[in-house]
């Protein structure tokens, strides 16, 4: 469930994504690139132009909801 969204410029947002006690970070560049992120300092630090390494990537909507879905079933 996203409870926050971000917009760091027109075409990037940071979105703040809650799955059951869990809270991940996804950087979305233009709705063609998700990056997932444990922390909001590392999803900010990349959305400044820095690499940092997130824990998961996506280059569309589609597999990112997959993503949550399972991760939402693990917590469950």
């Known amino acids: 469930m996203i ?3 971000q917009y760091i410029r027109p075409n990037i947002t940071i979105e703040t994504e809650i799955v059951g006690d ?3 970070y996804v950087y979305n560049y233009q709705g063609i690139q998700y ?3 444990d922390t909001l300092t590392d999803a ?3 959305a400044n132009g820095e ?3 997130p824990c998961r ?3 569309n909507e ?3 909801n997959q993503y949550f879905q399972k991760v939402s ?3 469950t």
């Open 44 to 46: 900010l630090t990349c």
């Open 22 to 24: 869990e809270q991940y």
């Open 57 to 59: 990537e996506f280059d």
């Open 73 to 75: 079933l693990k917590t």
């Open 35 to 37: 990056k997932v992120f």
């Open 62 to 64: 589609y597999k990112l």
């Open 51 to 53: 690499y940092i390494k």
């Open 3 to 5: 409870t926050k969204t």
